[in-house]
């Protein structure tokens, strides 16, 4: 009975642990959402945006009349004005309250002008926090294939070190049995210590890379995962990548940087509009209310009016029009006008600026991807070659045709070419993906 608890309780752990392991494994799409989600530059963008929404809100209501209340209440002392409209010498309190609105009718545009503003300023900002959705997209993909990238280097060691086993238990019987020179062996062991040291640099590899990975999701590194392995696009001789001017002309109508600097453009050219509208008369429209109680205002007879009676017959009320007309105000308004235009100067250069930096980099992810798939093709005639040799040369070694030396020599040609391959694969992935990732494509593996 007691065996039979212990087996129900393994299989019950294991297939916890099982479970945790699945539910700790992460897809590049799951490391972006739980980015997009937590990230502090994004949220802190998130909430620049909502800023846009509040002056979008603003302007939209100075256009509504304001209404405001006031009320004040007063001690008098010694002489004061009667109900009689007479001075006196008496002591007196006083409750006044009162209603204003003002309505602007037409103020050079500015109000109107000063939306669509405000409107075009939150259209820049929504395109700013999609570009840092952009940004940590793209970095989290590098960093996912780095990880990618360096535990496939740890499976090219761990196989170099288990044919370097095979090898050194192979010397050592040869050595044993007097074949070979105890050097041989001594040398075999010094090639297995060097693979093992590489072994340690590729899994710290990995380890830097899973760090970098949880910095920028802002996950402690108590919370760990494992990336998933997806099956990553084969790499064709006969490729064709996408011409760079053609996935620029293409990036221009959708990347946000663009959208966002042309939309900043057309912000300071309502500016401009704004600061000419102040050289236009302001008419606007008034009205108020006002009543007065005091608690020792009395009739021609003397006696005390009442609260009622008093507020019956002090209210007054008034409406009007008010006309401003600017003649000088200190240059302000040809300033502005000025400063708006030079202000518009500055948004044309930053769009252009813009649009270089998204050229160049366009430009650079072009002649990489192109470097590493010439580079991969290359590297992968030289690892079936280095195959091929090694092969011959370990044939040779296993019957003493060739020294160790010759024989470590081969190997190592072999694994560096093999790192190589790896590295202008990934390499090319993630620079064919940028090119995607311009052209309006999401980036997936």
């Not at 479970?19 to 799409?29: C, D, E, Y």
């Not at 830097?208 to 990975?213: E, I, R, T, V």
């Not at 021609?300 to 009442?306: C, E, V």
Request: aromatic content about 10%.
């Amino acid at each position: 009975m007691r065996h039979f608890l212990i087996l129900i309780f393994s299989i019950v752990f294991i297939g916890t642990a099982n479970l945790g392991v699945a539910q700790n494994t992460w897809s590049l799409q799951q490391c972006i959402d739980y980015a997009i989600e937590n990230n502090i530059q994004i949220k802190q963008q998130s909430l620049a945006t909502q800023y846009g929404e509040n002056q979008v809100r603003q302007a939209k209501s100075n256009r509504l009349p304001n209404l405001n209340a006031s009320f004040s209440n007063d001690y008098s002392f010694g002489r004061s004005l009667t109900y009689l409209n007479t001075y006196k010498n008496v002591n007196s309190a006083s409750v006044s309250g009162s209603l204003a609105t003002n309505f602007t009718l037409f103020n050079g545009i500015t109000l109107t002008n000063t939306i669509k503003q405000r409107e075009l300023d939150l259209q820049a900002t929504i395109q700013d926090l999609q570009k840092a959705k952009d940004d940590i997209m793209l970095s989290i993909s590098a960093s996912y294939l780095e990880i990618l990238f360096a535990e496939e280097l740890v499976t090219v060691t761990e196989a170099q070190i288990e044919m370097t086993q095979q090898q050194l238990d192979r010397t050592k019987e040869l050595v044993n049995a007097g074949s070979l020179a105890k050097g041989a062996l001594l040398e075999i062991e010094a090639q297995k210590a060097k693979e093992e040291l590489q072994l340690v640099n590729d899994e710290n590899r990995v380890k830097l890379g899973y760090l970098a990975l949880y910095q920028l999701l802002e996950l402690p590194i108590s919370e760990s995962f494992k990336i998933e392995k997806p099956t990553l696009p084969e790499v064709k001789a006969n490729v064709s990548l996408s011409n760079s001017i053609d996935v620029f002309n293409s990036a221009i109508e959708v990347r946000p940087e663009i959208k966002a600097a042309q939309l900043r453009v057309k912000s300071a050219l309502k500016q401009l509009d704004i600061a000419k509208g102040y050289r236009y008369p302001n008419l606007s429209l008034g009205a108020n209310y006002y009543n007065l109680y005091n608690n020792k205002y009395s009739d021609i007879k003397g006696d005390k009016i009442n609260f009622k009676e008093q507020i019956k017959n002090n209210g007054r009320a008034g409406i009007g029009l008010s006309l401003r007309i600017p003649i000088f105000n200190r240059n302000q308004v040809n300033v502005g006008i000025s400063n708006a235009t030079l202000q518009i100067s500055d948004y044309e250069y930053r769009l252009q600026t813009v649009r270089n930096t998204l050229r160049k980099d366009i430009e650079q992810a072009y002649t990489n991807a192109l470097a590493s798939f010439n580079r991969y093709i290359s590297t992968k005639k030289a690892v079936s070659s280095m195959e091929e040799a090694f092969r011959y040369t370990e044939e040779k070694f296993n019957v003493g045709m060739v020294n160790s030396v010759d024989y470590n020599i081969s190997k190592n040609n072999l694994t560096a070419a093999k790192s190589n391959l790896l590295q202008a694969k990934y390499e090319y992935i993630f620079r064919t993906k940028i090119l995607d990732f311009y052209n309006g494509i999401p980036i997936e593996l």
